[in-house]
């Protein structure tokens, strides 16, 4: 038997393996063949709420140790991840459909460097200053609840996991019940790295049960949650009612905007490459690509040959570029938006509707022609729906200030990319773009500089110092020393 099926209906609570209370598990599907791979447990209200005992428990301890002794944990965890890399990399692969060097360069590499950024941020924060008269410390939250999303599974959850335990709080997480087994495998590495129990806890299930449970516990200080907006308008709700703060990392649908300046044929063929990576399931995809309308043919041209030579089907195959989507009812998503771009009047310039022709048994995979739209107006819904598949639509603009508007003109703003050949004249832009990621040219992630949305992409940060602090209360201590005068 495998570990994956000695656990299957298992959670990681208090340090160690718990039966599952809730009913029959959930399968876990391979997104290459839409047969079993696997199950995970669908928790109970009573298995998450033990999982929040066991972080209470262990809290005062955990709060207790230094910054470099939570970071020489949170390190045996990184180093656990890294001899585990490979088959975290198949798993997901396998989930989600992601090719198989996007999970191991990027799904299997970013936990382990989470783990480390988070613990190095924490050994140097100032947790303490003095404003005047006041000493002001930043303080751990207490319990902090993560509910994570099912396109990078593992990063999704380590990365909420490894800032909130390294500022000195307990955690509870809810992984994806869509791709749940590479949280497993966390569990089992923190098990072998000896975090101590309650620091961490694993629970699998439902948004609606586990997740749900998980806002209301009133032990849990604070959630962070990355998902779809409709999720974190939900939670947000039920966290109002306790006055609970809330971390929200929602959807997007991100422009490419392509100004009369730039290298044209590297951005666009740029943009196609971007939309596609994860198979277009990215909540930051450049979904939209923005030209000037005097170019648009030849847009269509380097995207249709750009497209053309992308190479469908097996994700763990090398040499394939892009995967399935996750699930069927992904792919049904996915396919509605692709009909309501041909039936609200949007031409398509590669791809379309229906699976593309594999043999089996990918032939029963979630798979979706790689699409663009051309003729797109900003009231199509494919123009302001975030279609997490490999389909990209064409803007035209016919002024810069009409590209902005175009650019603005979501209910979203997690990121923009702006193409340029002059930097100054890209920085203006990126001035006037209401996005929390603004990337100029191709310029690489940077995973230091704060991540997260404006608008309806979300609440709050991730990754670096600004995310750290998320997790961190800010306690102003009024001493009667340096008293200044108010006038
Ligand atoms: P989802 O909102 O359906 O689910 C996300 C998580 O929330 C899952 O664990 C799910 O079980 C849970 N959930 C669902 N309903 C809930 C409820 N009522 N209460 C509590 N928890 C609930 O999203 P998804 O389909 O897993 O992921 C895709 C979405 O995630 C996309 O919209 C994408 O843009 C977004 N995403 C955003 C980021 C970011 O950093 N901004 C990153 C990745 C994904």
């Known amino acids: 038997m495998s570990t994956h099926e000695l656990h299957e209906n298992q959670h990681y609570i208090g340090g160690t393996w718990r039966e599952s209370q809730g009913e029959i598990p959930i399968p876990v599907i391979d997104a290459r063949t839409g047969v079993i791979m696997g199950n995970a447990p669908a928790g109970s209200v009573a298995d998450l709420n033990a999982a929040v005992e066991a972080a209470v428990a262990a809290q005062p301890a955990w709060r207790a140790l230094t910054p470099q002794q939570r970071g020489k944990h949170l390190r045996a965890l990184a180093d656990g991840l890294d001899d585990r890399r490979e088959e975290i990399a198949t798993v997901i692969s396998r989930e989600v459909g992601a090719t198989y060097s996007l999970s191991y360069n990027v799904q299997a590499v970013v936990p382990s460097h989470s783990l480390r950024t988070a613990a190095a941020i924490a050994e140097s924060y100032p947790f303490s200053e003095e404003i005047d008269n006041s000493i002001v410390v930043r303080e751990p939250i207490g319990v902090v609840g993560a509910i994570t999303a099912w396109n990078f599974p593992l990063h999704l959850v380590t990365v909420k996991a490894a800032y909130a335990m390294a500022a000195g709080n307990t955690v509870v997480v809810k992984p994806s019940e869509f791709a749940p087994l590479s949280a497993r495998i966390l569990a089992e590495v923190a098990i072998y790295a000896e975090l101590p129990p309650g620091v961490?806890?694993?629970?699998?299930?439902?948004?609606?049960?586990?997740?749900?449970?998980?806002?209301?516990?009133?032990?849990?200080?604070?959630?962070?949650?990355?998902?779809?907006?409709?999720?974190?308008?939900?939670?947000?709700?039920?966290?109002?009612?306790?006055?609970?703060?809330?971390?929200?990392?929602?959807?997007?649908?991100?422009?490419?905007?392509?100004?009369?300046?730039?290298?044209?044929?590297?951005?666009?063929?740029?943009?196609?490459?971007?939309?596609?990576?994860?198979?277009?399931?990215?909540?930051?995809?450049?979904?939209?690509?923005?030209?000037?309308?005097?170019?648009?043919?030849?847009?269509?041209?380097?995207?249709?040959?750009?497209?053309?030579?992308?190479?469908?089907?097996?994700?763990?195959?090398?040499?394939?570029?892009?995967?399935?989507?996750?699930?069927?009812?992904?792919?049904?998503?996915?396919q509605d938006l692709i009909q309501a771009g041909i039936d609200e009047g949007a031409r398509i310039v590669v791809g379309g509707p229906g699976r593309p022709s594999l043999p089996e048994p990918l032939d029963s995979g979630y798979f979706v022609k790689p699409t663009v739209f051309g003729d797109v107006t900003p009231d199509m819904r494919i123009a302001q729906e975030e279609i997490f598949g490999p389909v990209l639509v064409i803007q035209a603009y016919d002024s810069e200030s009409e590209a902005i508007d175009l650019a603005n003109d979501t209910i979203y703003g997690l990121h923009a990319c702006i193409w340029s050949d002059d930097e100054d004249h890209a920085m203006k832009v990126a001035g006037k773009v209401d996005a929390g990621l603004v990337k100029i040219n191709d310029g690489p992630l940077n995973l230091l500089a704060p991540y997260g949305g404006y608008k309806q992409s979300g609440l709050g940060r991730e990754y670096g110092r600004f995310g750290f602090e998320e997790f961190l209360e800010v306690k102003a201590i009024t001493t009667t020393h340096n008293v200044r005068p108010w006038s």
């Open 200 to 334: 961490l806890n694993i629970v699998f299930g439902t948004g609606p049960v586990v997740g749900e449970a998980l806002v209301r516990n009133p032990a849990v200080g604070a959630v962070t949650f990355t998902g779809s907006t409709r999720a974190g308008k939900r939670i947000s709700e039920l966290a109002a009612d306790q006055v609970k703060k809330v971390t929200l990392e929602l959807g997007g649908k991100s422009p490419n905007i392509v100004l009369e300046d730039a290298d044209f044929k590297a951005a666009v063929e740029f943009g196609v490459a971007d939309c596609m990576v994860n198979n277009g399931q990215r909540c930051d995809a450049l979904t939209r690509l923005l030209v000037p309308r005097s170019r648009v043919a030849e847009a269509e041209s380097i995207v249709a040959a750009k497209v053309r030579e992308l190479v469908v089907g097996d994700p763990l195959e090398e040499g394939v570029d892009v995967g399935p989507v996750i699930s069927d009812i992904q792919w049904n998503r996915v």
